[in-house]
């Protein structure tokens, strides 16, 4: 309705929305501003996290001391509403500076030694970037064949990477944990499993497989599928000759072995299950082999990690990530599948919307090897690092990583610390075990001296229990970290060490 009470037309209300509309199309001047503030935040980001000074003392980041010392982290974000008008530039950089990129831990800082972090390689979050502002769809080849054939390219890589034959095929999820899932429906339907078997069907790992695994079955409807952890050797590998007993056993006892599932760099030591001596086992049983690799996969860029990894070869099926191994930001988990086509046969689906696509169909889609249709982009993130940087500097930097995690695990040994197993992969575990001192005291004293790490927070150290007892972490996989990161580590822990041993 116009002031004058006559009806507005409707080329009026469209030429008014349009106007009301506007802001969401920023000309290019409007695109240069932005984009200035965000890349400048970015870099005064990475100039604090990522400072490659020499000296670690003067100019290491502090990864995590903030966050630990700060009452209620990011609280800031939730007095923030969701408003009907739009908030100005600068109050919205330093709003994200304050509530977002400092409360926390830092993943893509070299000193970030918990967990495992990939740490956000720029040339990907560049091709992320690129991916989302053309919005080429990636789903389906009929619109997208760009993003599919660079799907399907590094996805070849990868089952060539791991061995498989021709016949494989796969798909970039979000990460290891939805990778691991479609892996099990793919087997799950790979051997037609119904609710009536479920009851008298086992899967087997160990107990140091990922908690994704127990998930992945739940999720796939298997939750009453009996999952056997096998026991493991003094390195927290699985015993191959004793998988072997547990299915004889269930054999006798009527039950139908199914699935077994390795990990190739477990989460808390990097254990790399013996991959050739499980195949043979699952082989012979007939039972479907999943490796979990989503942790140790690009390892098999360097010697020793094929040389750990024998045997991947022979898996049904394999999970590595990006997002870890090959340094990606977070978003990317691969999952391949020796048998391709047992991957559509489980995945596989359509609708009369899609029609076009239908009758254009030259290849294979990624929609039609996964729970997803429309995702992001993914494979641009992957893929142009790849072939801007070619594969020699991440095998140097992966195997970089495995040297570290050998040089702290002899240093950490050389201060007093009691040691884990040598490192399968790039992960090293110690703890303070004093002969004199009571287990319970040793625990709260390991405890004390992560708490202390993080309150200094030059160096992010994680914990975990092994065998009952609470044992620290160092996990090197930041391709930032280099030696004087852990030499920071080691010589923080020696102080704490004083400190607790008086
Ligand atoms: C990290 C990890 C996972 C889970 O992967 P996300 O990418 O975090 O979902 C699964 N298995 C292993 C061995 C892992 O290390």
Known sequence: MEPDGTPTSIEERLRRLEAAARPLEPDAGARDRLHDAIR?????????????????????????????????????????????????????????????????????????????????????????????????????????????RMEDRLVRWTADLVGFPDTAAGYIASGGSLANFTAVVTARDARGLRGSDLASTVAYTTSQAHHCIDKALRLAG???????????????????????????????????????????????VGAVDPLRGIADVAEREGCWLHVDAAYGGYFLLTEQGRERMAGIERADSAVLDPHKSLFLPWGAGILVVRDGALLADAHGGSGPYLQDAENA????????????????????????PLVLLGTRPFAAALEEKLLLARYFRR???????????????????????PSDVNPAEADAMNRRIVDALRRDGRIFLSSTVLDGRFTIRMAALPHRTHRRHVDLALHLLGEEMATERG
């Open 40 to 148: 400048r935040l970015a870099e005064r980001y990475l100039a604090r996290i990522a400072n490659d000074a020499e000296s670690p003392a003067a100019g290491t980041p502090d990864v995590l001391g903030a966050y630990v010392q700060a009452a209620d982290p990011a609280a800031g974000l939730l007095e923030r509403p969701i408003a009907e008008r739009g908030a100005a530039l600068d109050d919205v950089v330093a709003l994200l500076e304050r509530e977002v990129l400092e409360p926390g831990g830092h993943p893509a800082s070299p000193g970030h030694l918990a967990y495992l972090s990939g740490g956000g390689l720029y040339h990907a979050a560049l091709g992320a970037y690129l991916g989302a502002v053309t919005n080429k769809y990636p789903g389906i080849f009929f619109t997208g064949p760009g993003p599919v």
């Open 222 to 268: 298997l939750a009453e599928v009996e999952l056997r952890r096998i026991p493991t050797d003094a390195g927290h590998r699985m015993r191959p000759a004793a998988l072997a007993e547990a299915i004889a056993e269930d054999r006798a006892g009527g039950r139908v072995p199914w699935l077994v599932v390795a990990t190739a760099g477990t989460t808390d």
């Open 361 to 384: 169909r030259a290849v294979v889609s990624p929609a039609d090897l996964s729970p997803e249709l429309t995702k992001p982009f993914r494979a641009l993130a992957m893929w142009l």
């Open 411 to 433: 240093r950490v040994a050389e201060l007093g610390f009691e040691v884990g197993p040598p490192p399968d992969l790039s992960v090293a575990t110690f703890r303070l075990a």
